[in-house]
């Protein structure tokens, strides 16, 4: 045992390199298989944190859960009071307010879960940096919790439809399918810009501002109608939620099928940015401490 | 990471581990990628990036129901290496095998939420650190006990005092019986009471066969629990044994450099030399002649503060003493009747002031020496003992021998 040691540097008195040889370096073996089971033993963790994020938001306002209603609800009147009489916009027979909600729902879903889980990372930095999990938990949470909201405001929803006496159609059945495209995009989002925004915070600016923007680039206040046929496919791609947000018009208010060619586009682009936004996540979630 | 079948569950193999950091931490990171990956193409290979390596080439092995203690200077790397056996971190190169679920106790304010009841933070700290549901309600009684908050539990956490709710944090972690407890610096937490309470918690789970690797800079607390010592310096292991002997080098390399890099300061020179009776060897309960030669420049009345440690600077006793100097070197004997200290290494300590206080030279190691006699007797695992201090004793009716024991 050496212990007189006064040597400013003492790898010179144990005579070790200064780096570590070549080919010993760390590799973390993680197969999909293996994640996909350690994330599913993290469902209690998920559902758990989804709670506290709701409960804490019930016991520190006053509206609470009512919160969840008003945005979306506010920006219905604000589209309705600027477009409406301006007649911009064809909406098919269809009062302007429910043509806007039904987009404004989803559309406040992902804008949600893009903010929220945009910062889930670093809200929870302290946390991480003590305990292990599944980093991914802390994104889906937040999609979650996002999710709930949108569910909260469907109430709404069914006011508009009684108020106008204009029931929903049965093609309302193909609406999980348009579901399952926004939350695969949503997700894929999510981890992209959660994982990222620890390496590059300036995100944490860019990406309310990107979704801002959105808002506006996607069909919300407008119909599907608006751009031209030919750069349709093109749109899609872009931005994967034109054809869902589309869709929920086609089949809830004018009982049409989903315009398919674009909703495929819209799932394989939603599909990347999941697979994509997950295989960076996990690529980068090793280093997420060492940044904490 | 966890390979079960491979290692019997408790154990870890951390083999040619290395972690480096990025020297400027407060440089943006993302910029600090983007030069890196420029110059790798600019000059076609690995450019020289600043790197600091807080671990280098760590080995170790710890078998199911060791417990290590882990100890070292700041930055020396421990909480580093902690933080890799809990995978919160991942290392830069080497291997890892960790056998076993891994808990950790570590002050965590973090998970904690301060708008939600103690009750609510129970449950969701224990979802984070892995339990399931009906779990933590099985050890819900004996987590509120632990943490000892009381009717506390349906308040919102806010409301808490900070040492209740970090205790609330502890006692779950304390309850998870894992594998592998990593205990990061509990005594930093809570009274005195509750303190007490984690090294019974730690005992207890050595005592079901949980292997534990504690953290602590309290030299004494590690001496209690752990059975092994590891001392790291600069990411390096230096010392890795029977925890006596890692601490005997730790302590040691902390007294020596204490010793160069004292020498000459302060106005008045201090000097001394420690022996036994007649010149002989220093030992226990025998008497023990410290000669002090003092170097004033001018007549002056000072105080002298002399003590005795086997570790830093606080001692195992201290003496005062007022002394007059002349103009010079002033000699100086004093005599302890029957050193109270059982065998070991131990340092002298000197200080002077003025009467009225102000420094005239520092509290600081002045000499070392060792001393024979006796091993002190063993502590009950899990109970601190404040200092080495040797003391006669005798005991009756259960033996007729006169023996010595020792207490605090």
Redesign the interface.
């Known amino acids: 045992?050496?212990?007189?040691?006064?040597e400013a540097?003492?790898?010179a008195v144990?005579g070790?390199p200064?780096?570590?040889?070549a080919g010993?370096?760390?590799r973390?073996r993680l197969g999909l298989r293996e994640a996909m089971v350690e994330l599913w033993?993290s469902r209690?963790?998920i559902?758990?944190?989804v709670e506290?994020d709701l409960?804490?938001r019930y016991?520190?306002t006053v509206l609470g859960f009512g919160w969840a209603i008003l945005g979306p609800v506010v920006f219905m009147l604000v589209f309705t009071l600027f477009f409406q009489r301006a007649g911009h916009f064809a909406t098919g027979h269809v009062p302007y307010p429910l043509f806007s909600y039904i987009a404004l729902v989803p559309w406040t879903f992902f804008s949600e879960a893009a903010s929220l889980a945009g910062v889930s990372l670093i809200s929870?930095l302290?946390?991480?940096?003590?305990?292990?999990?599944p980093r991914e938990v802390f994104p889906i949470a937040s999609t979650i919790t996002a999710a709930f909201d949108a569910v909260m405001s469907t109430t709404v929803l069914l006011v508009l439809f009684a108020a106008y006496q204009y029931p929903p159609r049965l093609a309302t059945l193909w609406t999980p399918l348009l579901i399952a495209v926004e939350v695969a995009f949503a997700l894929g989002f999510s981890l992209f810009a959660s994982s990222t925004l620890?390496?590059?915070?300036?995100l944490r600016y860019i990406v309310p501002m990107v979704v801002q923007v959105g808002m506006f680039a996607s069909p919300v206040a407008f119909g599907l109608s608006v751009i031209p046929a030919g750069l349709r496919p093109l749109y899609a791609a872009i931005d994967p939620l034109a054809p869902v947000l589309d869709g929920f018009r086609r089949t809830v208010l004018h009982g049409l099928t989903p315009e398919w060619g674009l909703l495929g586009i819209a799932a394989l682009a939603s599909f990347a940015w999941l697979i994509g936004g997950y295989a960076l996540f996990k690529r980068l979630e090793?280093?997420f401490?060492?940044?904490a | 990471?966890s390979i079960p079948g491979s290692a019997p569950p408790g154990s870890v193999h951390v083999d040619?581990l290395?972690k480096r950091?990025?020297a400027d931490r407060s440089r943006?990171?993302?910029r600090d990628?983007v030069t890196r990956i420029a110059d790798r193409i600019r000059l076609g290979r690995q450019a020289a990036t600043r790197w600091r390596?807080a671990l280098?080439?760590v080995r170790l092995s710890i078998e199911p129901g060791e417990s290590v203690g882990l100890f070292g200077a700041n930055g020396s790397g421990k909480s580093t290496l902690l933080?890799i056996l809990?995978?919160?971190?991942?290392?830069?190169?080497?291997?890892?095998r960790i056998a076993g679920r891994?808990g950790?106790l570590?002050e965590?304010?973090?998970?904690i939420?301060p708008?939600?009841t103690g009750r609510?933070n129970i449950?969701?700290y224990g979802?984070?650190?892995?339990l399931?549901?009906p779990d933590i309600a099985r050890r819900f009684d004996a987590i509120v006990e632990f943490a000892d908050v009381g009717d506390a539990v349906d308040r919102?956490l806010k409301y808490y005092s900070s040492g209740m709710a970090m205790r609330l944090g502890f006692a779950v972690a304390a309850f998870l019986e894992p594998s592998i407890l990593l205990v990061d610096e509990v005594l930093a937490v809570g009274d005195a009471e509750f303190q007490q309470r984690c090294l019974d918690r730690m005992r207890a789970v050595l005592n079901e066969g949980t292997t534990l690797v504690y953290v602590s800079h309290d030299l004494a607390s590690i001496e209690a629990i752990a059975k092994r010592g590891i001392w790291l310096?600069?990411g390096?292991v230096?010392?890795d044994?029977p925890i006596r002997?890692?601490l005997g080098?730790y302590r040691?390399?902390i007294e020596?450099?204490a010793l160069?890099s004292e020498d000459g300061s302060g106005q008045l020179g201090l000097a001394a030399m420690v022996s036994g009776p007649n010149g002989s060897a220093p030992a226990s309960q025998q008497p023990l002649q410290i000669d002090l030669t003092l170097k004033s420049r001018l007549p002056q009345r000072v105080v002298l503060y002399l003590g005795v440690s086997e570790g830093p600077a606080a001692p195992v006793f201290s003496l005062r003493h007022e002394a007059l100097l002349g103009e010079g070197v002033t000699h100086s004997t004093c005599t302890i009747e029957a050193a109270p200290l059982p065998r070991g290494h131990y340092y002298l300590w000197l200080a002077a002031t003025g009467p009225a206080g102000g420094d005239l030279t520092p509290w600081h190691p002045v000499t070392s020496f060792e001393l024979l006699g006796d091993e002190l007797d063993a502590t009950l695992p899990g109970v601190v003992r404040l200092s080495p201090v040797h003391v006669k004793a005798r005991w009756q009716g259960t033996t007729s021998a006169i023996t010595t024991a020792s207490s605090a």
């Open positions: 045992m050496t212990t007189r040691t006064a540097d003492s790898s144990v070790l200064s780096e570590p040889p010993i370096r760390f973390r033993r209690e963790l559902r758990t944190l506290r409960r804490v016991k520190r929870n302290p946390l991480l940096n003590k305990v292990y999990c620890i390496y590059l915070r300036d090793t280093r401490a060492d940044f | 990471m040619q290395w950091f990025r943006p990171v993302f990628e390596w280098r080439d933080k809990t995978r919160v971190m991942y290392p830069t190169a080497g291997s890892l891994v950790a570590i965590v304010k973090a998970g939420h708008d939600l609510e449950f969701l979802s984070i650190l892995g399931r549901r919102q310096r600069d390096i230096r010392a044994g002997e890692s080098a040691h390399h020596s450099a160069t």
